[in-house]
């Protein structure tokens, strides 16, 4: 099983797979921060999406020499796009 700083790498040139690994790897972390929210007039799946949005944009703008972990970078991501 890769890491996911493998998968990033691979993501990042074009693996679809590993775009999917991680999509799925992190889709709960997603489903958790669309919970949170409420949207006035708009569906949950709205949210979900939105997360999702900010889940591939942690994946795209991710940098591993950082302090903190690809985990705690897409947490942080993913809200502030449903935000």
Do not use: H, P
């Amino acid at each position: 099983m890769e890491s996911d700083n493998e998968l990033i790498i691979l993501a990042r040139n074009g693996d679809e797979m590993a775009e999917e690994i991680l999509a799925k790897r992190y889709g709960k972390l997603v489903r958790i921060c669309a919970r949170q929210f409420f949207l006035v007039g708009g569906d949950g799946e709205d949210l979900i999406q939105e997360g999702m949005i900010g889940l591939y944009k942690a994946i795209r703008d991710y940098q591993s020499d950082k302090a903190a972990s690809f985990s705690t970078f897409a947490n942080l991501c993913v809200e502030r796009q449903i935000y």
